[in-house]
Structures are given as C-alpha cells and as structure tokens.
C-alpha cells in the first residue's frame, strides 16, 4: 500500500472505531438504565422490566463485540496513524 493509500485507510478506521465506541456507548447507557427500571419494577412489571433489560443487555454486547472486531481490524493501521498524527504535532 502507499503511503496515502495508508494515511487514508488509517483515518477511516479511526471515524469507523469512533462510530463503534459511541454505538457501544449508547446501548451500555441504555443497558444501565433498564437494569435500574427492572430493579425498580414491581408486580406485574417485573417481567416485562426483566425481558427489556435482557434485550438492552443483548444489544451491549452486539454493540461491544463490533468494537472489539474493528479494532483488531485496525490493528495494522494504528502505527500509521500515530505516525501522521505525530508529524501534525510536530
């Protein structure tokens, strides 16, 4: 590969690993608060509160298994990023 052709697929994976992280994010939050809801359910709603927290907790993962494949994806670009960030630095 060229060096911009590096340069390019490098940033790429960046706004790709940044995109995973904030959907990782967003499903972990929403994970968090439907556990709190099914603790905070009573009677009837229990279940209800319990099947959506398994489904938000499903979700997380989806969402933390996509990152963890995009960044060994990105493995081989990072050192090529950390290179062009450090010539902007400097």
Same mark, same amino acid.
């Given at each position: 590969?060229?060096?911009?052709?590096?340069?390019?697929?490098?940033?790429?994976?960046v706004?790709?690993?940044?995109?995973?992280?904030? #959907?990782?994010?967003? %499903? +972990?939050?929403?994970c968090?608060?439907a556990? $709190?809801? *099914?603790?905070? /359910?009573?009677?009837?709603?229990?279940?209800?509160?319990?099947?959506?927290?398994?489904? #938000?907790?499903?979700? %997380? +993962?989806?969402?933390?298994?996509?990152?963890? $494949?995009? *960044?060994?994806? /990105?493995?081989?670009?990072?050192?090529?990023?950390?290179?062009?960030?450090?010539?902007?630095?400097?």
């Open positions: 590969m060229t060096d911009t052709t590096q340069t390019d697929c490098a940033e790429v994976s706004r790709l690993l940044d995109d995973a992280y904030l #959907a990782w994010f967003g %499903e +972990e939050s929403e968090e608060q556990l $709190r809801e *099914w603790f905070a /359910a009573r009677g009837g709603q229990r279940a209800n509160a319990y099947l959506a927290y398994r489904a #938000a907790l499903d979700r %997380e +993962e989806a969402a933390a298994c996509d990152l963890e $494949r995009l *960044w060994r994806i /990105a493995e081989p670009l990072r050192e090529t990023f950390v290179r062009d960030a450090q010539t902007v630095v400097d």
